[in-house]
């Protein structure tokens, strides 16, 4: 059996890679299981789209305000023993945008996809609270349209922030890929930067495709990361 504790010990540089799977833990559903976000769905793309939020801003608010916004969750005890790791000697990369890495403390961190607790107005710019968002799309400065802080369906990442990523990724000599099926690019692609003597580890609850060389951890993500 591989042991996880043992190589996060020897290693210099930790870089976690992140997806829905950490957040589950937390009661929040994922997207692509059955029973997620997605279930029912035939193209999420079409309601998760510049478009459909510029031609149907309070379809899409109602939407996303309804199945996207926990404000309850709690960081579980992964994102606490990642950040207690990526603080002395290492970062998070995270699929995720509900923000726990973030209250679990953690320093290093690179938000792939966004943040939902971060809304402003596609008019004039201005922020706003996600609790003001909560109950109206309309911005309170110049009644523009608000939207979260998430990269939709047909958007770019952020320069800056795909930059972050890579430098993470190429810098760590451990990559550890935590509840991530791997299938949404540009983030599964994070992978393919790896540098060559770094050692990959996945843990997941499902068996996932990985380079060669790479370790796969099937099972309880809580378990495991408790015991480190």
């Known amino acids: 059996m591989f042991d996880l ?48 939020l510029q031609e149907h801003p309070a379809e899409f608010h109602q939407w996303v305000t309804r199945n996207m916004y926990f404000p309850e969750a709690k960081p579980n005890v992964v994102h606490e023993k990642m950040a207690a790791i990526s603080n002395v000697k290492g970062s998070v990369i995270t699929q995720n945008v509900d923000g726990l890495d973030a209250r679990a403390g953690t320093k290093h961190l690179t938000e792939f996809h966004g943040n939902l607790y971060r809304v402003y107005c596609t008019n004039c710019g201005k922020a706003s609270d996600y609790t003001v968002y909560l109950h109206d799309w309309h911005c309170p400065y110049c009644g523009g349209i608000l939207r979260p802080d998430i990269v939709l369906y047909g958007e770019q990442i952020n320069q800056d922030v795909l930059a972050s990523a890579v430098n993470a990724v190429r810098s760590a000599d451990l990559i550890i890929v935590v509840g991530s099926s791997l299938v949404v690019y540009p983030f599964a692609g994070l992978l393919d930067l790896t540098r060559s003597d770094a050692q990959i580890v996945a843990v997941n609850k499902e068996r996932l495709e990985l380079p060669q060389g790479a370790v796969m951890l099937q099972g309880d993500a809580a378990t495991l990361f408790a015991a480190l």
């Open 5 to 52: 504790k043992a190589a996060i010990g020897v290693a210099q540089t930790v870089t976690f890679l992140t997806g829905a799977g950490v957040s589950t833990l937390s009661g929040i559903p994922d997207y692509r299981s059955k029973g997620g976000l997605y279930s029912g769905m035939k193209r999420p793309e079409d309601i998760l789209s510049v478009p459909y």
